[in-house]
RNA sequence: GGCCCGUUCGUCUAGUGGUUAGGACUCAGGGUUUUCAUCUCUGCAACAGGAGUUCGAUUCUCCUACGGGCUACCA
């Protein structure tokens, strides 16, 4: 049984990263019928924030990955909250110190911030901090009631522990090298190494699926298995998302909030996809791919090593492919959400603009020129606006008034029947289009007249030619 | 500094002991279109370096360089 989960602290927002790991996740579980359990990493009280939990929930709810089990979900193997489940970590911890896996340290509150200021070296610290190392168990235990304390793992001298990467293949590490891990925080609260350990063994999860910042740790992880005598679960560390200067991404270098993107007007689906390819790609040249696609055709093993620079031109580019290919009622929908005009849009509109947006929140400022309107001043040299255009734009605004729907070909016939009364022979189309929208460029300019009507078009040739002293 | 991970066009990537090293984004230039865009065509552009193994290495091994991660009573 495929058992994996997606772990986030709950610090504010789901970045970019963490969704992709989420739907390697969720990928993974779909493919074998497996289960995606969601767990809420809240140890660290000092950087709780408010609401996060319920916004990476729905955060994540937006982007279409389901969950199975979590704080949200209902499910056997909870609470999915770390802070819920103190006692059961306190309860292995004091399994680890009977058995000599782990020990209290005691020390005054004093001597730490001596270390901290005086900037110590390590490995002297490290050396003080075996001082309770070898403390009678029995007497540390007792100790632990009245004193203050952290919980230290006992971490062999010597030796080595060589892991296996499901994506890098064995890995190594020299024991010697790792300090006594703190497991247990003088505020109760376990670490992270601990609990994600025990709650990885207790939720049963088979498949560890995390970001490649977390290798270091690996060999504490896995001497906590050992000390629990308990089996291993696969590893899966991905390589990490990129800033543009290689950095791991970070606010710092531009947005890395889901909900960034979902303001900017970004489909789920084209994060999803983008979001899919950094890192893992098919054997194939195939670029495009639904959720179910990618459920069909992930694999952990064509996951690559190395790191991947987040481009926002190309999610633009699958955010574009998208929005060309989405429905003009879900557009109308999302865009409803986003628009900060009240403006009454129809589908015609939409069906109009979507090939000429990036975004859903470029449709907002293409969608103008049917809501707003004022018209533009002509010089009297400019070449586009000769007497006979003048004429017949007058025409054309008579033949409106005259007009209660059109459509385009009845916008065309009229059109050309003007065009040989009036033997205009200069080019109309853009003269039309600025007389009528105010602006320069725009969308198909017949599609736009229609859509907009003849009463309006009339009304504001009128206004156009009234302001140009016609 | 130490440990660990990584290195194919600017970016995301495919790929193989022998290929004209493929695709996509970006960029440049054509074409279509009543404008912009879409669409379409063409082009630019990569195996970090050095040894070794081999008849032959981008591909396998080692070294170096470079980049990154971790090195917290943060996750």
Same mark, same amino acid.
């Not at 533009?376 to 255009?389: A, G, P, T, V, Y």
């Given at each position: 049984?495929?058992?994996?989960?997606?772990?986030?602290?709950p610090?504010?927002?789901?970045?970019?990263?963490?969704?992709?790991?989420?739907?390697?996740?969720?990928?993974?579980?779909?493919?074998?019928?497996?289960?995606?359990?969601?767990?809420?990493?809240?140890?660290?009280?000092?950087?709780?924030?408010?609401?996060?939990?319920?916004?990476?929930?729905?955060?994540?709810?937006?982007?279409?990955?389901?969950?199975?089990?979590?704080?949200?979900?209902?499910?056997?193997?909870?609470p999915?909250?770390?802070?819920?489940?103190?006692?059961?970590?306190?309860?292995h911890?004091?399994?680890?110190?009977?058995?000599?896996?782990?020990y209290?340290?005691?020390?005054?509150?004093?001597?730490?911030?001596?270390?901290?200021?005086?900037?110590?070296?390590?490995?002297?610290?490290?050396?003080?901090?075996?001082?309770?190392?070898?403390?009678?168990?029995?007497?540390?235990?007792?100790?632990?009631?009245?004193?203050?304390?952290?919980?230290?793992?006992?971490?062999?001298?010597?030796?080595?522990?060589?892991?296996?990467?499901?994506?890098?293949?064995?890995?190594?590490?020299?024991?010697?090298?790792?300090q006594?891990?703190?497991?247990?925080?003088?505020?109760?609260y376990?670490?992270?190494?601990?609990?994600?350990?025990?709650?990885?063994?207790?939720?049963?999860?088979?498949?560890?699926?995390?970001?490649?910042?977390? /290798?270091?740790?690996?060999?504490?992880?896995?001497?906590?298995?050992?000390?629990?005598?308990?089996?291993?679960?696969n590893?899966?560390?991905?390589?990490?998302?990129?800033?543009?200067?290689?950095?791991?991404?970070?606010?710092?270098q531009?947005?890395?909030?889901?909900e960034?993107? /979902?303001?900017?007007? #970004?489909?789920?689906?084209?994060?999803?996809?983008?979001?899919?390819?950094?890192?893992?790609h098919?054997?194939?040249?195939?670029?495009?791919?639904?959720?179910?696609?990618?459920?069909?055709?992930?694999?952990?093993?064509?996951?690559?090593?190395?790191?991947?620079? #987040?481009?926002?031109?190309?999610?633009?580019?699958?955010?574009?492919?998208?929005?060309?290919?989405?429905?003009?009622?879900?557009?109308?929908?999302?865009?409803?959400?986003?628009?900060?005009?009240?403006?009454?849009?129809?589908?015609?509109?939409?069906?109009?603009?979507?090939?000429s947006?990036?975004?859903?929140?470029?449709?907002?400022?293409?969608?103008?020129?049917?809501?707003?309107?004022?018209?533009?001043?002509?010089?009297?040299?400019?070449?586009?606006?000769?007497?006979?255009?003048?004429?017949?734009?007058?025409?054309?605004?008579?033949?409106?008034?005259e007009?209660?729907?059109?459509?385009?070909?009845?916008?065309?016939?009229?059109?050309?029947?003007?065009?040989?009364?009036?033997?205009?022979?200069?080019?109309?189309?853009?003269?039309?289009?600025?007389?009528?929208?105010?602006?320069?460029?725009?969308?198909d300019?017949?599609?736009?007249?229609?859509?907009?009507?003849?009463?309006?078009?009339?009304?504001?040739?009128?206004?156009?030619?009234?302001?140009?002293g016609?």
């Amino acid at each position: 049984m495929v058992r994996v989960r997606f772990a986030p602290s709950p610090t504010g927002y789901l970045h970019i990263g963490g969704l992709r790991t989420a739907l390697y996740n969720y990928l993974y579980a779909k493919q074998n019928n497996g289960k995606l359990i969601l767990r809420i990493e809240d140890t660290d009280r000092t950087r709780l924030v408010g609401g996060a939990v319920e916004n990476l929930i729905s955060t994540l709810e937006w982007s279409g990955i389901e969950f199975d089990e979590g704080p949200h979900k209902i499910g056997e193997l909870g609470p999915y909250t770390q802070s819920e489940r103190l006692s059961i970590y306190h309860q292995h911890t004091l399994e680890l110190i009977k058995n000599g896996n782990a020990y209290p340290c005691f020390y005054p509150q004093e001597r730490l911030d001596m270390i901290k200021q005086k900037h110590i070296p390590s490995d002297i610290v490290a050396e003080y901090d075996r001082r309770f190392r070898d403390l009678n168990i029995t007497e540390s235990i007792d100790r632990m009631a009245n004193e203050n304390h952290v919980v230290r793992l006992k971490v062999p001298s010597k030796g080595a522990i060589s892991i296996y990467d499901d994506i890098r293949g064995k890995i190594e590490f020299d024991l010697s090298l790792i300090q006594d891990q703190i497991i247990i925080k003088s505020d109760g609260y376990p670490t992270y190494h601990l609990a994600s350990v025990i709650d990885d063994h207790l939720m049963q999860i088979s498949h560890v699926i995390r970001g490649e910042e977390w /290798i270091a740790s690996l060999p504490k992880h896995a001497l906590l298995y050992q000390c629990f005598d308990w089996e291993l679960p696969n590893f899966a560390h991905l390589p990490l998302l990129l800033n543009q200067d290689k950095s791991k991404l970070s606010k710092r270098q531009g947005d890395v909030a889901v909900e960034d993107y /979902i303001n900017k007007g #970004f489909l789920k689906e084209a994060l999803i996809n983008y979001v899919s390819l950094l890192g893992w790609h098919g054997s194939d040249n195939k670029e495009i791919y639904s959720m179910a696609e990618l459920i069909d055709c992930f694999s952990i093993n064509r996951i690559k090593s190395s790191g991947a620079i #987040f481009d926002v031109k190309k999610l633009l580019w699958f955010n574009q492919q998208y929005i060309k290919t989405c429905d003009d009622l879900s557009l109308k929908i999302l865009i409803d959400k986003l628009l900060t005009q009240k403006w009454e849009i129809s589908s015609s509109m939409i069906n109009l603009l979507k090939d000429s947006v990036e975004n859903l929140k470029d449709f907002e400022k293409e969608l103008e020129p049917f809501f707003v309107f004022s018209p533009i001043k002509i010089d009297i040299d400019n070449k586009l606006f000769s007497q006979e255009i003048y004429s017949f734009l007058m025409a054309l605004s008579d033949c409106f008034t005259e007009m209660t729907v059109m459509t385009v070909d009845d916008f065309k016939l009229t059109i050309n029947n003007i065009k040989s009364e009036y033997n205009v022979l200069g080019n109309i189309w853009k003269p039309m289009r600025i007389a009528i929208t105010g602006k320069e460029h725009g969308p198909d300019i017949s599609q736009f007249i229609t859509i907009l009507g003849p009463k309006e078009c009339s009304e504001r040739l009128k206004q156009f030619l009234h302001f140009n002293g016609q």
